[in-house]
């Protein structure tokens, strides 16, 4: 496997203050164009039922912006597998979505929605695109990601991300623990894990030292940061930190 860890950058949250006041600025796909300079890997984006942020229209602005792979997060439903079809993304990440939910609170439920998963599976392998499955990092769900034919598994960080600010490394540790043993049960069975959500510059560090890992996808804390120093610098400062860990 190689050394070096990818790093998607998910540029929802351009959007997202786009849309709270309407028009086109900020636009979406300059920030596609500034993560591609800035030294990203693949360019992350959630079109969701309700639209709030990605919009239909920048999808191929998006994919003019920029020559970087993109990873179309959606949901399992009918709407969003015919156009991933359509669109024919390099990867198609395939999360759970309530409508109610401020952002993504946990990982799919593959074992539980196995036989609804199963047909997007196929669709979007036949279509092309490198079907990726947003887990716990638990056992079960590797396996069945396994039976599914999933080539990739994002592995869900949220919970240590939570632990981690209630009180750093040695809260988060055990969560830690079974990532990487997520992590390495994935590789085990041919899968490629990768991992995101809730991922700061103080947190990276321990994931991005998972050897296992092959990606991290980050996005709300990029833009986040963006504000303060500009999103070309908190994109580098982010690929240091993981290389760093890496090395």
């Known amino acids: 496997m190689s050394a070096r860890l990818r790093l998607g950058v998910n540029i929802d949250h351009v959007a ?10 900020p636009d979406p796909a300059r920030a596609a164009a500034i993560a591609a300079a800035a030294g990203a890997d693949g360019i992350t984006i959630h079109l969701r039922e309700d639209r709030r942020h990605i919009r239909d229209g920048d999808l191929d602005a998006i994919r003019a912006a920029s020559a970087l792979p993109i990873n179309l997060e959606m949901a399992a439903t009918e709407e969003m597998t015919a156009i991933a079809e359509a669109y024919r993304p390099h990867a198609a990440c395939i999360v759970p979505e309530r ?14 929605l196995h036989n609804q998963i199963a047909p997007i599976v196929r669709r979007l392998n036949e ?25 990739v598994v994002e592995l869900h960080t949220g919970r240590y991300a939570e632990l981690w600010a209630e009180g750093g490394l040695e809260a988060a540790q055990p969560e830690l623990v079974r990532l990487a043993a997520a992590a390495a049960d994935a590789r085990r ?12 510059f103080e947190n990276v560090g321990p994931v991005a030292a998972i050897a296992e890992l092959a990606e991290l996808n980050i996005g709300h804390f990029l833009m986040g940061e963006a504000i303060f120093i500009g999103l070309d610098a908190s994109i580098r400062e982010m690929r240091r930190r993981m290389d760093e860990a890496r090395a």
């Open 16 to 25: 997202t203050i786009r849309n709270a006041r309407g028009g086109p600025h």
């Open 189 to 200: 069975r041919g899968i490629e894990p990768h991992a995101g959500h809730g991922l700061t």
């Open 127 to 151: 279509a092309g695109a490198r079907v990726s499955l947003f887990i716990e990092p638990d056992p079960v769900q590797i396996a069945v990601s396994e039976v599914l034919g999933a080539p």
């Open 99 to 112: 409508r109610e939910e401020r952002t993504t609170e946990g990982g799919l439920n593959v074992a539980g």
